[in-house]
């Protein structure tokens, strides 16, 4: 089968689009035939093996090169084989999830990490949803516990994980104050953000029950200062890429950490484990028009390394796909 692999740490252009053995399948497993993968921020992290501390405890991560060899995480496609385990699922089920090796013509995927695809959205669209909306549900329902009538403040709105935000407090009765440049203030306005501030032209003021830091480029102690007395500070990647880096996002991350006991407010470092069960969330979510993927271009999969380029250093809008 076709895929793209990556066996040592560098730019895009390290990716090599080939030939490789197909995956086998476990008792629990689906064979997926990939239709779409979406781009996230964690492929050129894990691409350039950044920041360097990652390498030291990253299961994908070596010092050297990466473990896993093909890049990719969330899918959509249909299923091509089951192992025996796996009795609710047949061949030409549509499908989605999230597993490693998705930039590839197949990928395998244990049940508990596909699902049903929402009967909504084209493949692109679905492969779009499964890291960046699971993080957006986790940071605000779960973690949060958004309700109607809080204020709650999103950091890097414009990006997958923060169009999935917006949409969702809004949709949950939260007053929604989103942070993006310029050329994506009406995007983040359309999809339901009540005030949106360009960080490129205004400071960010005022105070938020909820805090969902998408970026990691505040200090602590800027973020904390936002947050109302009681408020909940979720954390949840980020970083801009500086072609390598030694903390990168973890500092803040290690900070916020150290000092999380020590402060009134309460602070979370978010870690979003996909499941079957939140998977149904999503799709459930979509079919009912509460989180609407945009996907702002797709490529090829032969043109995955452009692809990576581009969110990489062009600070994309929502989603960038591959089709397959």
Not at 72 to 84: E, L
Not at 130 to 157: D, F, H, K, W, Y
């Amino acid at each position: 089968m076709k895929a793209v692999l990556h066996t040592t740490y560098g730019g895009p252009e390290v990716l090599r689009f080939t030939d490789v053995e197909p995956p086998s399948l476990a008792d629990r497993d689906v064979l997926v035939r990939t239709r779409a993968a979406s781009v996230n921020a964690r492929d050129w992290h894990l691409l350039r093996g950044d920041p360097y501390l990652a390498r030291l405890g990253a299961p994908e991560l070596g010092l050297r090169g990466p473990k896993l060899r093909i890049r990719g995480t969330d899918f959509a496609g249909t299923v091509d084989a089951v192992g025996p385990g796996v009795t609710d699922l047949a061949p030409g089920d549509a499908v989605f999830g999230e597993a490693p090796g998705a930039f590839a013509e197949y990928v395998v995927a244990p049940r508990e990490r596909v699902e049903r695809a929402p009967s909504t959205l084209t493949m692109a669209e679905a492969a779009a949803l499964p890291l960046a909306a699971n993080t957006a549900v986790m940071g605000l329902r779960e973690v949060a516990g958004v309700a109607a009538g809080q204020s709650v403040l999103i950091n890097g709105a414009s990006g997958g994980v923060g169009l999935f935000a917006v949409q969702l407090a809004a949709a949950d009765g939260a007053r929604v104050t989103a942070v993006c440049s310029t050329r994506n203030v009406e995007t983040v306005r359309s999809m339901g953000a009540h005030t949106v501030v360009d960080y490129t032209r205004e400071p960010l003021t005022g105070r938020y029950d909820v805090v969902f830091d998408l970026v990691g480029n505040r200090s602590f102690g800027e973020l904390r200062r936002l947050l109302a007395p009681g408020g909940t500070l979720v954390l949840s990647g980020g970083g801009t890429s500086e072609g390598g880096s030694l903390f990168g996002p973890m500092g803040l991350v290690l900070r916020a950490k150290a000092l999380a006991r020590f402060v009134g407010e309460r602070v979370v470092v978010l870690a979003a484990e996909p499941t079957a069960a939140r998977l149904a969330v999503l799709r459930d979510l979509a079919d009912a028009g509460v989180l609407r993927p945009l996907v702002e271009r797709t490529y090829p999969l032969a043109a995955a390394a452009d692809a990576v380029r581009r969110m990489e250093t062009e600070h994309t809008r929502a989603k960038i796909v591959l089709t397959v």
